[in-house]
């Protein structure tokens, strides 16, 4: 993939990831934490990313939020993708610093912290890549060299940690998930960003079960073959075939028919597996049930966006260097008695599927299609509150949040992101940085939709109409509670989005496009009424 992560991302990023290389109801199926709680990405099992018990937050009192507390980062080029877990007041989140936090949600106030560097050297520095799951008093999170870790909720020790994958590219991304004593978890890879000296491409997206308990492998599911020598590269390196179809989405679970569903990305060589494909898998032994494979040829690797990538390009030819993967999580969700599981494209495409046989239901096209870099989709995921789908798209001239209607695709309402975006507030200083597009996930609670922008600003949308209830610039100066300073930017993408949990919300800013920041770190913004 991820044309979005490789291509758009800062060159801290990029030297992270290239080092190494040279409807279940919403409010009840929780995957941990009580009522009100946001205890992992997804917020549920189904994946609604929808806090139904939020009561304190409604469109007549959203106008009224504000910042309670900061917590800054160390300065860092590298990005905030951690969305915080909060459960029983205590939020859970990860930093670029390499350091994983517990803090107080009301107050910023510390708890616990761990630091990633005590555990056993891997390749480049352990950054949190992902979102917490908190589940039966453990805390589980990825990072960016290929670990899964589960700490001890109360204080914070470390009670394993699991290299998923050997791969020196490898990375998680994918936020786990915590079922019947499993951790569910995707990993993903930075191998196709690699320059032409590079012997292109070995890693092979997976998704793992993991024993909760001890970080066992339980089963794994292999997304392409193994990858095979087929020749050279011009410039002599040796070629490999098939590659890729990472993992790079959060997983999400149905438990009365115990099946698991997750996307995949596409192939960086070769044309072969299940990349761009929507998986329904049995979560006890990795069986897969169907499969839906959404683009028919897709390989794409980041020199394809080169000035002159003959050669190199193995798409480049036929036209299929697209980078359309789904790195969306899916959505479950119930229309007339019949269970359907729906995920967003990077070709622009939200899909809905009969959970059962994966039988096309409906398709909505609402991004434009932008191939090499698929940057004009829809990137992390979507939010269902029972009544409506809620789905935006990130570079689509320009981004727009939409609500559909469930059970036909009909687009309810749809809002652009605001044309003075990049003219007001702290972007309007890089008019040739700030953009008009959507890079997190959409979250919501009752009435009200939230969604950050490249621009800096995250916003709440009445979810009936989709006018923009409030807004709040984070292209700001601030003082972490921690004694920091900080400065927002663009609001986190591959780290999820808001976070709704007891008349609070929680956001990370500091995300690509990288707005200048040359002595104060990202942030965690934590807002109240």
Same mark, same amino acid.
């Given at each position: 993939?991820?044309?979005?992560?490789?291509?758009?991302?800062?060159?801290?990023?990029?030297?992270?990831?290239?080092?190494?290389?040279?409807?279940?109801d919403?409010?009840?199926?929780?995957?941990?934490?009580?009522?009100?709680?946001?205890a992992?990405?997804?917020?549920?099992?189904?994946?609604?990313?929808?806090?139904?018990?939020?009561?304190?937050?409604?469109?007549?009192?959203?106008?009224?939020?504000?910042?309670?507390?900061? *917590?800054?980062?160390?300065?860092?080029?590298?990005p905030? &993708?951690?969305?915080?877990?909060?459960?029983?007041?205590?939020?859970?989140?990860?930093?670029?610093?390499?350091?994983?936090?517990? &803090?107080?949600?009301?107050?910023?106030?510390?708890?616990?912290?761990?630091?990633?560097?005590?555990?056993?050297?891997?390749?480049?520095?352990?950054?949190?890549?992902?979102?917490?799951?908190?589940?039966?008093?453990?805390?589980?999170?990825?990072?960016?060299?290929?670990?899964?870790?589960?700490?001890?909720? $109360?204080?914070?020790?470390?009670?394993?940690?699991?290299?998923?994958?050997?791969?020196p590219?490898?990375t998680?991304?994918?936020?786990?998930?915590v079922?019947?004593?499993?951790?569910?978890?995707?990993?993903?890879?930075?191998?196709?960003?690699?320059?032409?000296?590079?012997p292109?491409?070995? *890693? $092979?997206?997976?998704?793992?079960?993991?024993?909760?308990?001890?970080?066992?492998? @339980?089963?794994?599911?292999?997304?392409?073959?193994?990858?095979?020598?087929?020749?050279?590269?011009?410039?002599?390196?040796?070629?490999?075939?098939?590659?890729?179809?990472?993992?790079w989405?959060?997983?999400?679970?149905?438990?009365?028919?115990?099946?698991?569903?997750?996307?995949?990305?596409?192939?960086?060589?070769?044309? @072969?597996?299940?990349?761009?494909?929507?998986?329904?898998?049995?979560?006890?032994?990795? @069986?897969?049930?169907w499969?839906?494979?959404?683009?028919k040829?897709?390989t794409? &690797?980041?020199?394809?966006?080169?000035?002159?990538?003959?050669?190199?390009?193995?798409?480049?030819?036929?036209?299929?260097?697209?980078?359309?993967?789904?790195?969306?999580?899916?959505?479950?969700?119930?229309?007339?008695?019949?269970?359907?599981?729906?995920?967003?494209?990077?070709?622009?495409?939200?899909?809905?599927?009969?959970?059962?046989?994966?039988?096309?239901?409906?398709?909505?096209?609402?991004?434009?299609?932008?191939?090499?870099?698929?940057?004009?989709?829809?990137?992390?995921?979507?939010?269902?509150?029972?009544?409506?789908?809620?789905?935006?798209?990130?570079?689509?001239?320009?981004?727009?949040? *939409?609500?559909?209607?469930? +059970?036909?695709?009909?687009?309810?309402?749809?809002?652009?992101?605001?044309?003075?975006?990049?003219?007001?507030?702290?972007?309007? +200083?890089?008019?040739?940085?700030?953009?008009?597009?959507?890079?997190?996930?959409?979250?919501?609670?009752?009435?009200?939709?939230?969604?950050?922008?490249?621009?800096?600003?995250l916003?709440?949308?009445? +979810?009936?109409?989709?006018?923009?209830?409030?807004?709040?610039?984070?292209? $700001?100066?601030?003082?972490?509670?921690?004694?920091?300073?900080?400065?927002?930017?663009?609001?986190?993408?591959?780290?999820?989005?808001?976070?709704?949990?007891?008349?609070?919300?929680?956001?990370?800013?500091?995300?690509?496009?990288?707005?200048?920041?040359?002595?104060?770190?990202?942030?965690?913004?934590?807002?109240?009424?």
């Amino acid at each position: 993939m991820k044309g979005i992560r490789p291509t758009l991302a800062t060159a801290a990023v990029l030297a992270l990831l290239g080092a190494a290389v040279a409807t279940a109801d919403p409010a009840t199926t929780t995957a941990g934490g009580g009522r009100g709680d946001w205890a992992t990405w997804q917020k549920d099992l189904s994946g609604s990313r929808h806090n139904a018990a939020e009561r304190r937050i409604t469109p007549r009192t959203v106008g009224g939020l504000e910042l309670k507390w900061a *917590f800054a980062y160390p300065h860092t080029e590298a990005p905030v &993708r951690s969305q915080p877990a909060i459960v029983d007041g205590v939020a859970y989140f990860g930093g670029p610093d390499g350091r994983f936090y517990a &803090r107080d949600a009301r107050t910023g106030a510390e708890r616990w912290t761990f630091d990633l560097s005590g555990v056993e050297p891997g390749p480049g520095p352990a950054v949190p890549w992902d979102g917490p799951a908190v589940a039966n008093g453990r805390v589980y999170f990825g990072d960016i060299r290929g670990y899964v870790y589960a700490l001890d909720q $109360r204080d914070g020790h470390l009670v394993w940690a699991k290299q998923v994958d050997a791969h020196p590219a490898a990375t998680v991304t994918s936020s786990p998930i915590v079922f019947e004593g499993r951790v569910y978890v995707g990993t993903s890879s930075g191998e196709n960003t690699a320059g032409r000296d590079y012997p292109c491409c070995t *890693f $092979r997206g997976h998704i793992d079960a993991l024993d909760a308990d001890t970080g066992a492998l @339980a089963w794994r599911h292999h997304t392409v073959p193994e990858p095979k020598a087929v020749g050279t590269w011009p410039s002599g390196a040796t070629r490999y075939e098939p590659s890729g179809a990472g993992v790079w989405s959060s997983p999400v679970i149905d438990p009365r028919t115990r099946t698991l569903y997750v996307g995949t990305g596409q192939n960086y060589t070769g044309s @072969a597996g299940d990349f761009d494909t929507l998986l329904a898998l049995d979560p006890r032994s990795g @069986a897969v049930k169907w499969r839906n494979q959404v683009t028919k040829a897709d390989t794409w &690797r980041s020199l394809c966006n080169d000035p002159d990538p003959e050669g190199y390009c193995p798409g480049l030819k036929d036209g299929s260097a697209l980078d359309y993967d789904i790195g969306a999580t899916p959505n479950i969700f119930t229309v007339g008695g019949r269970t359907l599981v729906g995920v967003g494209q990077k070709l622009g495409v939200y899909h809905v599927f009969d959970a059962r046989t994966g039988e096309v239901v409906w398709r909505r096209q609402l991004g434009v299609p932008l191939p090499s870099g698929g940057v004009s989709g829809i990137q992390w995921g979507s939010s269902y509150d029972g009544e409506r789908l809620y789905i935006a798209t990130y570079f689509a001239d320009p981004g727009k949040v *939409f609500a559909v209607d469930p +059970a036909t695709g009909t687009v309810l309402w749809q809002t652009p992101n605001p044309a003075d975006g990049c003219t007001t507030g702290g972007a309007a +200083a890089h008019p040739d940085i700030c953009t008009l597009g959507h890079g997190p996930a959409v979250s919501s609670s009752p009435g009200v939709v939230y969604e950050g922008g490249n621009d800096g600003k995250l916003r709440a949308y009445s +979810a009936k109409t989709g006018r923009v209830l409030w807004t709040y610039d984070t292209v $700001r100066d601030v003082t972490g509670v921690n004694g920091l300073p900080g400065r927002g930017g663009a609001i986190s993408g591959g780290g999820g989005g808001a976070v709704i949990s007891h008349g609070m919300v929680y956001v990370h800013s500091g995300y690509a496009p990288a707005y200048p920041n040359p002595d104060r770190g990202h942030v965690l913004l934590a807002f109240g009424l």
